[in-house]
């Protein structure tokens, strides 16, 4: 897999014998030379990682960088070796010429892009020329510039189809980009027919490369994304920038609905596909029965309600814990949101905070009820099970406790099976869809 760099890179061929001719009266023409091909290092720089971190650009072993001049037609190849970029076909022109260089390619075909970070390192195009025209027998030197933006996808429901499309200024299907040596840059591919530069199913994270610095629109099928919580389809004229990448999801993650008591509650959604948790708990404690088998119109809150199973807010990429080997505590685990004890006033809380692209401003709150002489932010959840001691109910808790220096921490994440279903417990639902 491409790894991909900030930083400043540098590609060098080897200087190759010289090819000479018994004619003396036409100039000699040099096959080889050394290329010296600089990234733009700037503050536009893209930064994508899982939980929002940097975005790195790197050329990896096979790499190939196409180079051309404004004297020939095609392109000379330069592989990477591992170590430098060598090609044994590139001619020194007879008079100074104007050099480009063009990556990954002089063609790029963006359609059926795969959405992982590989398929962006594949399709990040960069290209530059020389400064001034050259013959190249002292070398070529090119700064090269990002020429794409990549597009962070979000499908933020269980199960949705995603079938992302782009559209430049006048209505056309983007497809690819083809090398342009007049700009040093590349132009943009179109086509009257749809094109999809990225079909999946199911919710999750997605990166797709797309044209910068031109107007362009984006669809999932017909319909417009989500830039925060609000829609989004058309860039302003002069489209994204080179270098950067943008959240855009397929819906809301935040919201509010109302509830049968005339009340409008905001709801929360904290990774993809998962659940839309109501920001406060039902006012009373509710026994097992009434949270999970009541439904529709006869449940606490209404149609619009419910109460989560154990599966959908616990578990690898939920709401989830590992534990520290040294001191036993809980502590966050890569890929699920982040937690922390907070104090909001006299009460102490759990905050749970996104950490995927999309997330990461999403939080969720829960709340403490001291028993058995623990802190406890549990709720119940629609899943039961059957064990030595009779049917009981399952449900979410997190259980904290003070140590001498009267420092509260967290010992324990994860699901109860050890309510009888007529014990009353907090519940906190999630929007019904």
């Given at each position: 897999m491409k790894k991909i760099l900030y930083s400043v890179f540098m590609l060098a061929t080897m200087v190759l014998a010289a090819c000479s001719s018994d004619d003396t009266t036409e100039p000699v023409v040099k096959r080889g030379m050394v290329l010296k091909a600089n990234v733009e290092d700037t503050d536009t720089r893209a930064t994508i990682t899982d939980n929002e971190g940097k975005w790195k650009f790197a050329f990896a072993k096979d790499d190939m960088v196409k180079v051309g001049n404004d004297k020939v037609t095609g392109y000379y190849t330069f592989t990477n070796d591992g170590t430098v970029f060598t090609s044994t076909d590139a001619k020194q022109t007879a008079e100074a010429a104007n050099w480009c260089a063009f990556f990954p390619g002089e063609t790029i075909d963006l359609r059926n892009q795969s959405g992982t970070f590989a398929d962006v390192a594949k399709n990040y195009a960069l290209a530059g020329a020389t400064a001034s025209a050259t013959t190249g027998s002292d070398g070529l030197t090119v700064t090269m510039k990002?020429?794409?933006?990549?597009?962070?996808?979000?499908?933020?429901?269980?199960?949705?189809?995603l079938d992302i499309s782009v559209k430049?200024?006048?209505?056309?299907?983007?497809?690819?980009?083809?090398?342009?040596?007049?700009?040093?840059?590349?132009?943009?591919?179109?086509?009257?027919?749809?094109?999809?530069?990225?079909?999946?199913?199911?919710?999750?994270?997605?990166?797709?490369?797309?044209?910068?610095?031109?107007?362009?629109?984006?669809?999932?099928?017909?319909?417009?994304?989500?830039?925060?919580?609000?829609?989004?389809?058309?860039?302003?004229?002069?489209?994204?920038k080179a270098g950067k990448y943008y959240t855009l999801t397929t819906g809301m993650t935040k919201g509010s609905a109302k509830n049968s008591l005339g009340e409008t509650i905001d709801w929360v959604?904290?990774?993809?596909?998962?659940?839309?948790?109501?920001?406060?708990?039902?006012?009373?404690?509710m026994t097992w029965y009434?949270?999970?088998?009541?439904?529709?119109?006869?449940?606490?809150?209404?149609?619009?309600?419910?109460?989560?199973?154990?599966?959908?807010?616990?578990?690898?990429?939920?709401?989830?814990?590992?534990?520290?080997?040294?001191?036993?505590?809980?502590?966050?685990?890569?890929?699920?949101?982040?937690?922390?004890?907070?104090?909001?006033?006299?009460?102490?809380?759990?905050?749970?905070?996104?950490?995927?692209?999309?997330?990461?401003?999403?939080?969720?709150?829960?709340?403490?009820?001291?028993?058995?002489?623990?802190?406890?932010?549990?709720?119940?959840?629609?899943?039961?099970?059957?064990?030595?001691?009779?049917?009981?109910?399952?449900?979410?808790?997190?259980?904290?406790?003070?140590?001498?220096?009267k420092e509260v921490k967290i010992v324990y994440i994860g699901p109860y099976s050890s309510d009888y279903k007529d014990v009353k417990y907090l519940v906190r639902p999630v929007l019904a869809e």
């Open positions: 990002a020429k794409v933006a990549v597009l962070c996808i979000v499908g933020v429901n269980k199960d949705e189809k430049d200024a006048d209505g056309k299907y983007v497809s690819g980009l083809t090398a342009d040596k007049k700009s040093a840059g590349f132009s943009v591919d179109k086509s009257d027919t749809k094109v999809s530069l990225l079909s999946k199913q199911g919710a999750g994270v997605y990166y797709v490369v797309v044209p910068a610095g031109v107007k362009i629109s984006v669809y999932n099928g017909d319909k417009p994304l989500y830039s925060g919580d609000k829609p989004m389809s058309t860039t302003k004229a002069d489209g994204l959604q904290l990774w993809p596909g998962g659940p839309k948790f109501a920001v406060k708990n039902v006012k009373e404690e009434d949270a999970a088998t009541k439904k529709g119109d006869e449940y606490v809150w209404g149609a619009n309600w419910r109460t989560p199973t154990i599966d959908e807010v616990f578990g690898e990429g939920k709401l989830n814990c590992k534990t520290d080997e040294k001191t036993g505590l809980s502590i966050p685990v890569a890929g699920s949101p982040s937690f922390e004890l907070k104090k909001q006033g006299e009460y102490l809380t759990v905050v749970w905070t996104g950490v995927q692209p999309g997330y990461t401003k999403n939080t969720l709150t829960l709340y403490n009820q001291i028993k058995q002489g623990n802190h406890n932010f549990d709720f119940w959840t629609a899943s039961d099970t059957t064990t030595s001691f009779g049917d009981v109910g399952i449900r979410f808790g997190i259980t904290a406790y003070e140590d001498d220096a």
